[in-house]
């Protein structure tokens, strides 16, 4: 059964730091792009950051660039996002997705999603 399973976040406050990780199961994420995507309530999903199926190439919106690290562990089947200097309009519910072709923003072109991970910034 492919599974991706989102962890790591929570409350934190405004300039705090936290690291989600995306875990996969029943495939192995070697041959995958992953992307970061986040729903705020009352607004549309969008992208935050993905990376290429080697870590070669790795993207981000304007709104996190210098704040956000996107990395891959193939070899723990696990792909991480480091979210420091964190603001309160990061908050949202954070989702990893998969899919087999070239790194990309765009959500519709991932085929398999997390169930998402809720991170609040907050003081």
């Known amino acids: 059964q492919v599974q991706l399973v989102e962890t790591g976040g929570g409350l934190v406050q405004p300039g705090g730091s936290l690291r989600l990780s995306c875990a996969a199961s029943?495939?192995?994420?070697?041959?995958?792009?992953i992307g970061w995507f986040r729903q705020a309530p009352g607004k549309e999903r969008e992208g935050v950051s993905c990376?290429?199926?080697?870590?070669?190439?790795?993207y981000y919106a304007d709104s996190v660039k210098g704040r956000f690290t996107i990395s891959r562990d193939n070899a723990k089947n696990t792909v991480y996002l480091q979210m420091n200097s964190l603001k309160p309009e990061d908050t949202a519910v954070y989702y990893c997705?998969?899919?087999?072709?070239?790194?990309?923003?765009?959500?519709?072109?991932?085929?398999?999603w997390g169930q998402g991970t809720h991170v609040t910034v907050s003081s």
């Open positions: 997705a998969a899919h087999e072709g070239r790194a990309t923003m765009y959500p519709g072109r991932y085929d398999y």
């Open positions: 029943g495939f192995t994420l070697d041959y995958y792009a």
């Open positions: 990376i290429g199926r080697s870590g070669d190439s790795t």
